[in-house]
Each structure stands twice: as structure tokens, then as C-alpha cells.
């Protein structure tokens, strides 16, 4: 019913930027909000940043001032803007799109985009 594609991912260098793009398809006209999480190998899967319908954001702390979150509606996509990143930035970042709220939410996620960071 909803298709969610990540895209803008690839290999840069310690404080290069990114800009990743979420895209949200099909029965979309009730996205809640939509996250970006990333999961590092052998690690937790870890709130990014996230965006509500009404166009309120929120950042994890260790992303605040250097990642910024944006939102095109007639597009049903959202952005991530990363900015002087880091090698411990490194991860797979997955675009989580919620239809509804809690608790009959439904959730769908992408993916996956690959972020590699050099030092």
C-alpha cells in the first residue's frame, strides 16, 4: 500500500555533506510523520531525525546543528541534509514512513541507504 525508497547515499570524506531523500508512494494522503534512523554494523538502530505532518522536526542530540530534516508535500518526499560529517557517521539510514497514530499506527520502512564516511 506504501512504498518507501531511500536514496542519496555514497562514500564521502570527514566533514563532506549528503543529502538523502525519502520518497513515500501510494496511500500516503495519512502519513503520520516520517523518521530517518541509521544502524551501524553491530549496533542498535538509532533515531536520526523526524518530521511531522504538520512540519515539527526533532533530532537526536548527537545529529542536532548538523543534520537538518525538510519535507516536500507535494512530493511525499523528505530530506535529509547532513552536513560536516563524520566517520562515526558511517551507517545504513532507513527512512521510516507512519501511517495513523499509535496505537494503530502503520509503519513501513525502506531499504535502506548506505552512508560511508572516510577519515
Known amino acids: 500500500q506504501v512504498q518507501v525508497v531511500e536514496s542519496g547515499g555514497g562514500l564521502v570524506q570527514a566533514g563532506g555533506s549528503l543529502r538523502l531523500s525519502c520518497a513515500a508512494s501510494g496511500s500516503t494522503f495519512s502519513i503520520n510523520r516520517i523518521g530517518w534512523y541509521r544502524q551501524a554494523p553491530g549496533k542498535q538502530r538509532e533515531l536520526v531525525a523526524g518530521i511531522g505532518s504538520d512540519g515539527s522536526t526533532n533530532y537526536a542530540d548527537d545529529m542536532k546543528g548538523r543534520f537538518t530534516i525538510s519535507r516536500d508535500s507535494t512530493k511525499n518526499t523528505v530530506y535529509l541534509q547532513m552536513n560536516s560529517l563524520k566517520p562515526e557517521d558511517t551507517a545504513v539510514y532507513y527512512c521510516?514512513?507512519?501511517?495513523?497514530?499509535?496505537?494503530?499506527?502503520?509503519?513501513?520502512w525502506g531499504q535502506g541507504t548506505q552512508v560511508t564516511v572516510s577519515s
Open positions: 521510516k514512513v507512519v501511517i495513523g497514530s499509535r496505537p494503530y499506527a502503520t509503519v513501513y
